[in-house]
């Protein structure tokens, strides 16, 4: 399939949402905790409480998506984005930076994947597997492109003009994509007037697949969350130099890549499900590595690490999308993602400020070993989700609104 502009479009405005809005704060944290002398467990602990504005408000944009269509709510997501980074630029205090990064983390949710993997699905149904993963191939260099940037950015600017450049790039980088996204939407042919008898097995039969996809994607976003805000806080606390810890980390976007090259190129070959195997499995092994890392520093170690990791966090990227596709079909997708996205990032919101807790009070292989259990809980989960089948029960039909 050739790529469409309008998706490679989609995939930059997704870095820049991820780049801005939460790969940021692991580098700025730090430099805002020295000016106003607060520890980083307070700092992340703000980051934590932001995340669940996430939680609340994906449900929210899932369903104003599925009855308004993407494009609004991107182009406003964005504009809103780059209101709240510039309202973070002028915080004086902890009460400020709370609020506003509370309103950052609420709105981020319109920026970033739930919103574009909907934005697919409406245009492209059933088909939107290969639009999802050219997205998140492009999108799978926001760490290694931003990480890099902020850092050469703080050698020039103060934190807060940072954030101001970053409010710049969504105005001028991800709104032009989003407001010209195409205005699909999908509509579901009504069925005959199904009886509440026959309603409520069908709804029934829906709660294992989305308890245990729930499941295994809230263990994975705990990961994920916490390993995106503090990885190079474990990395140093581990033993390992700044140098490393930060080769470390663009290690990941690359890995992510090449995981995603290979989805997208025998995207026919492996089944959603299996893909979800392979990536919790990846992530596994990569906390099992992380874990002999702490215990034995050895850079060899942690940068194997950071291949499995990335190939983890790239595929999982993938299945967050097509998964509730290949199980539920496009019928009610916003409101789906929504609901599994709420329950995923209450998870992600505790972990960094759990995570960084761990690390302080028990150290660095107990805070790594949290991880593993969690990675341990998504891939059990999604051996029993994998043994379930798909329930596409709906006929649809593509609309083009005038």
């Given at each position: 399939?050739?790529?469409?502009?309008?998706?490679?479009?989609?995939?930059?405005?997704?870095?820049v949402?991820?780049?801005?809005?939460?790969?940021?704060?692991?580098?700025?944290?730090?430099e805002?905790a020295?000016?106003?002398?607060?520890?980083?467990?307070?700092?992340?602990a703000?980051?934590?409480?932001?995340?669940?504005?996430?939680?609340?408000?994906?449900?929210?944009?899932?369903?104003?998506?599925?009855?308004?269509?993407?494009?609004?709510?991107?182009?406003?997501?964005?504009?809103?984005?780059?209101?709240?980074l510039?309202?973070?630029?002028?915080?004086?205090?902890?009460?400020?930076?709370?609020?506003v990064?509370?309103?950052?983390?609420?709105?981020?949710?319109a920026?970033?994947?739930?919103?574009?993997?909907?934005?697919?699905?409406?245009?492209?149904?059933?088909?939107?597997?290969?639009?999802?993963?050219?997205?998140?191939?492009?999108?799978?260099?926001?760490?290694?492109?931003?990480?890099?940037?902020?850092?050469?950015?703080?050698t020039?600017?103060?934190?807060?003009?940072?954030?101001?450049?970053?409010?710049?790039?969504?105005?001028?980088?991800?709104?032009?994509?989003?407001?010209?996204?195409?205005s699909?939407?999908?509509?579901?042919?009504?069925?005959?007037?199904?009886s509440?008898?026959?309603?409520a097995?069908?709804?029934?039969?829906?709660?294992p697949?989305?308890?245990?996809?729930?499941?295994?994607?809230s263990?994975?976003?705990?990961?994920l969350?916490?390993?995106g805000?503090?990885?190079?806080?474990?990395?140093g606390d581990?033993g390992?130099?700044?140098?490393?810890?930060t080769?470390?980390?663009s290690?990941i976007?690359?890995?992510?890549?090449?995981?995603?090259?290979?989805?997208?190129?025998?995207?026919?070959?492996?089944s959603?499900?299996m893909?979800?195997?392979?990536a919790?499995?990846?992530?596994f092994?990569?906390?099992?590595?992380?874990?002999?890392?702490?215990?034995?520093?050895?850079?060899?170690?942690?940068?194997v690490?950071?291949?499995?990791?990335?190939?983890?966090q790239?595929?999982?990227?993938?299945?967050?999308?097509?998964?509730?596709?290949?199980?539920?079909?496009?019928?009610?997708?916003?409101?789906?993602?929504?609901t599994?996205?709420g329950?995923?990032?209450?998870?992600?919101?505790?972990?960094?400020?759990?995570?960084?807790?761990?690390?302080?009070?028990?150290?660095?292989?107990?805070?790594?070993?949290?991880?593993?259990?969690?990675?341990?809980?998504?891939?059990?989960?999604?051996?029993?989700?994998?043994?379930l089948?798909?329930?596409?029960?709906e006929?649809?039909?593509?609309?083009?609104?005038?």
């Open positions: 399939m050739k790529p469409s502009p309008a998706t490679l479009g989609m995939g930059v405005s997704m870095t949402g991820y780049g801005t809005l939460y790969y940021s704060f692991s580098i700025l944290a730090p805002i020295r000016e106003f002398g607060w520890s980083q467990s307070f700092v992340f703000v980051f934590s409480i932001g995340l669940l504005g996430g939680a609340v408000s994906a449900p929210i944009i899932g369903r104003l998506i599925d009855r308004f269509g993407a494009r609004p709510v991107l182009a406003f997501g964005s504009i809103l984005a780059a209101a709240a510039a309202g973070l630029s002028m915080v004086q205090n902890g009460w400020q930076f709370a609020a990064t509370l309103a950052a983390e609420f709105v981020s949710i920026v970033q994947y739930d919103a574009g993997f909907a934005a697919l699905a409406q245009r492209h149904g059933q088909e939107a597997r290969s639009q999802i993963t050219l997205v998140t191939l492009v999108a799978g260099f926001a760490s290694t492109v931003f990480w890099p940037l902020i850092q050469w950015l703080l020039m600017m103060t934190w807060r003009e940072v954030y101001l450049v970053l409010a710049g790039l969504n105005l001028v980088l991800a709104l032009p994509v989003h407001a010209l996204w195409p699909y939407r999908r509509e579901v042919a009504a069925p005959a007037k199904p509440a008898e026959a309603s097995p069908a709804v029934a039969s829906r709660r697949h989305l308890a245990l996809m729930a499941v295994s994607l263990a994975g976003g705990f990961v969350s916490a390993m805000a503090s990885l190079l806080v474990l990395l581990a390992f130099t700044p140098a490393i810890a080769l470390t980390g290690l976007g690359p890995s992510q890549v090449a995981a995603r090259v290979i989805e997208y190129a025998r995207r026919g070959v492996l959603p499900p893909t979800g195997l392979i919790t499995g990846a992530i092994l990569a906390l099992a590595l992380l874990f002999a890392a702490a215990v034995f520093p050895t850079v060899a170690i942690v940068l690490f950071a291949v499995f990791f990335g190939i983890g790239g595929l999982t990227s993938i299945i967050r999308g097509v998964l509730p596709l290949h199980f539920f079909g496009t019928t009610g997708y916003g409101r789906t993602m929504g599994l996205s329950i995923r990032m209450v998870l992600s919101a505790a972990a960094p400020v759990t995570i960084i807790f761990v690390n302080e009070r028990l150290g660095v292989e107990a805070a790594i070993g949290c991880l593993l259990v969690m990675g341990a809980v998504g891939l059990l989960a999604m051996i029993g989700l994998a043994r089948p798909p329930l596409r029960l006929t649809e039909r593509r609309v083009q609104p005038s």
